[in-house]
C-alpha cells in the first residue's frame, strides 16, 4: 500500500431489504428505516438507510480491499445525501498517507443524489494484505 493509490470501486445495490436488514441488526427500529408511509408522512420520499449500516459497508469495502486481517482502527464518516432504495451507492477510496502497516483511506460513497458518506478510513494490514 502507497499514498495515492486508488481502491477500486465497489457498488452496492440500495434495497429495501438491506435497508430494514441493516436497521434490524444494529436495533435501529425508527420507523424512517422500515415504514415507507411512516417516512412519508414525516417529508421523506421512502424509507432511508441509517448510519449503522453505511458504516458497516464502508468497514467491509476497506476489509474486501485489505483483506480479513486488516484492523479498522478508527473511522470517522459524515452522511450526506440519503440511500433509498431503487438507488446504488458507489464506494470508492484512495490512500492517503502510509506508517508502516497503517494507512489513512479517504472513502466517498455517492448515489444518484450525490454524495452520500465521505470520510476517513485508518486501517492496519498485514504485509500482503492488499489487493
Do not use: W
Amino acid at each position: 500500500m502507497r499514498a495515492g493509490e486508488e481502491l477500486p470501486p465497489l457498488e452496492i445495490p440500495i434495497t429495501r431489504t438491506l435497508i430494514v436488514a441493516g436497521a434490524i441488526a444494529s436495533r435501529d427500529y425508527q420507523d424512517v428505516h422500515h415504514d415507507a408511509e411512516l417516512a412519508r408522512r414525516k417529508g421523506s420520499p421512502d424509507i432511508f438507510m441509517n448510519i449503522l449500516t453505511t458504516n458497516g459497508l464502508v468497514g467491509r469495502y476497506i476489509t474486501d480491499h485489505f483483506g480479513p486481517a486488516a484492523v479498522l482502527r478508527k473511522v470517522a464518516i459524515r452522511l450526506g445525501a440519503p440511500n433509498y432504495p431503487g438507488d446504488t451507492m458507489v464506494l470508492t477510496g484512495t490512500v492517503e498517507a502510509v506508517d508502516g502497516d497503517t494507512a489513512t483511506v479517504r472513502v466517498v460513497g455517492a448515489n444518484g443524489m450525490g454524495s452520500h458518506v465521505t470520510g476517513t478510513v485508518t486501517v492496519t494490514a498485514p504485509p500482503g494484505g492488499a489487493g
